[in-house]
């Protein structure tokens, strides 16, 4: 038996609560180890002390007393937990996350818009044809571009919504039966 595991049984092993089997291995391993024979005689000095305390003996008014410091103590006030400010972090993450994407995909839609373009002007000679070259080089983001924006927009005007909601209709009636609940 290791001492790691006869820590944790010592205060059972003192009261007899161990079965008889873990009761033997715990006496086996106190007679061959000296830390753990040390703390169970602090242990049987800790339970001997606690045996001999008296009661205390409490003034009159002491739970009178205790509720008047209690009543000056400053009231605690609760985390506030701010449902605008939780969607103002939200909406700047998605369009930073947005954005860091565009920039992301913008050096390769760069590196293709350079790329049709020279092959276009090298081509043709014209610029137009370097346009049209870049804009078909730039359609495949489009859709992506797009579908990604009006993603975020969706989702932020549905957070927008439910928050105003809850906070115009559901809080109200909330607050009603919480004030009602504590006149009782």
């Given at each position: 038996?290791?001492c790691?595991?006869?820590?944790?049984?010592?205060?059972?092993?003192?009261?007899g609560?161990?079965?008889p089997?873990r009761?033997?291995a715990m006496?086996?391993?106190?007679?061959?180890?000296?830390?753990c024979?040390a703390?169970?005689?602090?242990l049987?000095?800790?339970d001997?002390l606690?045996?001999t305390?008296?009661?205390v003996?409490l003034a009159?008014?002491?739970?009178?007393a205790?509720m008047a410091?209690?009543r000056t103590m400053?009231?605690?006030?609760?985390?506030r937990?701010?449902?605008w400010?939780?969607l103002?972090v939200?909406?700047i993450?998605a369009?930073v996350?947005?954005?860091?994407?565009?920039?992301?995909?913008r050096?390769t839609?760069?590196?293709?818009l350079?790329?049709a373009?020279?092959?276009?002007?090298?081509?043709?000679?014209?610029?137009f044809?370097?346009?049209?070259?870049?804009m078909?080089?730039?359609?495949?983001y489009?859709p992506?571009v797009?579908?990604?924006?009006?993603?975020?927009?969706?989702?932020d005007?549905?957070?927008?919504?439910?928050?105003?909601?809850?906070?115009?209709?559901i809080?109200?009636?909330v607050?009603?039966?919480i004030?009602i609940?504590?006149?009782?």
């Amino acid at each position: 038996m290791r001492c790691s595991s006869c820590s944790n049984d010592l205060d059972r092993y003192l009261e007899g609560t161990l079965s008889p089997a873990r009761m033997r291995a715990m006496a086996e391993h106190l007679r061959t180890c000296d830390e753990c024979r040390a703390t169970l005689d602090e242990l049987k000095v800790i339970d001997a002390l606690l045996a001999t305390t008296a009661p205390v003996d409490l003034a009159p008014n002491f739970t009178y007393a205790v509720m008047a410091e209690v009543r000056t103590m400053p009231q605690p006030r609760a985390f506030r937990f701010s449902h605008w400010g939780l969607l103002t972090v939200y909406t700047i993450g998605a369009w930073v996350a947005l954005v860091a994407f565009w920039l992301f995909a913008r050096e390769t839609a760069t590196a293709t818009l350079a790329s049709a373009s020279n092959n276009a002007i090298a081509a043709t000679g014209s610029t137009f044809a370097a346009l049209t070259a870049g804009m078909h080089a730039l359609a495949p983001y489009a859709p992506f571009v797009v579908i990604s924006v009006l993603l975020v927009m969706a989702i932020d005007a549905a957070f927008f919504g439910a928050i105003f909601f809850y906070q115009r209709r559901i809080r109200p009636h909330v607050l009603a039966t919480i004030a009602i609940r504590e006149e009782r």
